[in-house]
């Protein structure tokens, strides 16, 4: 009877969410289903599927191709967290510190981070051009000109580099607002024992937001494990495999090679991993809040 009472007071609301549920299931868990499904099988959309069992898994594991999208991948994780995960850190205790001009300064920070996709490309190829102004700077030291897009040793830094200066706003508005939140009586306290600005960054602004830290951390290898956008917009895997990563080798193998069911096998494997750190990313938004 509490459960059929409960159900027509709130009927309304579960009613509401009907919809917004049907289109979760439909567009979200539907898909994930059958990329397992499909995984399993030889996909022909003429012949007919065909049971494959495990042999999609057996050929994307012996692929070439898949250990050097797993090493680039890792590589582009590496470089992202070196390059940029400490810039809106660093840009978030700067600011907090302004006196003057902070509104201002936090805009300018975030405007990179509106600035559509295909401006941003055909803005950073210009810039990375052999001609363009950051080579014609560099000659104008006398120094040789760097092929940022056709050097292998340059071409993924390139991209990390253009993905920072475009990305690190939205993360800087988060660890703004975490250091904005810390009382300011410490600050004045620890003022007045003597404490210097990088004492009281050591020792009061970064063991508060700790844990803020940790879990954009594990948010931005789940962001950036599944990295393909710049790399096939701006190179296509390129120069020689130096920017494939993986996620940009399940969309060669879907609509370039057409063999949906290995495309499918290697989308269950980063199912898989990003699953687990999902878990890990819950585990720890947990203990924050507890």
Not at 23 to 52: C, E, Q, R
Request: glycine residues 6%; proline residues 4%; charged residues 15%.
């Amino acid at each position: 009877m509490r459960i059929t009472a409960r159900l027509r007071k709130h009927l309304w609301g579960y009613l509401f969410l009907v919809p917004a549920a049907v289109i979760f299931v439909l567009f979200l868990w539907m898909p994930i289903i059958k990329g397992f499904v499909y995984s399993f099988y030889h996909i022909d959309f003429v012949k007919g599927n065909t049971f494959a069992g495990v042999d999609n898994y057996k050929t994307v594991l012996r692929d070439p191709d898949v250990r050097t999208a797993v090493k680039n991948t890792l590589y582009y994780m590496f470089l992202c967290l070196i390059m940029g995960f400490w810039v809106p850190i660093v840009f978030a205790i700067a600011i907090s510190e302004l006196k003057r001009f902070q509104g201002f300064v936090r805009v300018a920070a975030y405007l990179p981070n509106v600035i559509p996709v295909v401006v941003l490309y055909g803005l950073w190829r210009w810039l990375y051009d052999p001609v363009g102004p950051i080579n014609a700077t560099i000659t104008s030291f006398g120094k040789d000109p760097i092929s940022f897009m056709t050097d292998t040793n340059w071409s993924m830094i390139s991209l990390v580099f253009m993905e920072t200066w475009q990305q690190f706003g939205s993360a800087m508005l988060i660890y703004l607002a975490a250091v904005l939140s810390i009382p300011r009586d410490l600050y004045e306290a620890a003022e007045i024992d003597g404490a210097g600005v990088w004492k009281r960054i050591r020792h009061i602004t970064l063991p508060f937001i700790r844990n803020i830290i940790v879990l954009l951390f594990v948010l931005q290898l789940i962001a950036t494990s599944q990295g393909y956008q710049s790399q096939m917009a701006m190179l296509d895997g390129g120069p020689n495999q130096a920017t494939l990563t993986y996620a940009l080798l399940i969309v060669k193998y879907a609509f370039t090679r057409l063999d949906y069911g290995a495309a499918s096998s290697l989308g269950v494997l980063m199912f898989l991993v990003l699953g687990g750190l999902a878990v890990l990313q819950h585990r720890l938004s947990s203990r924050e809040v507890n």
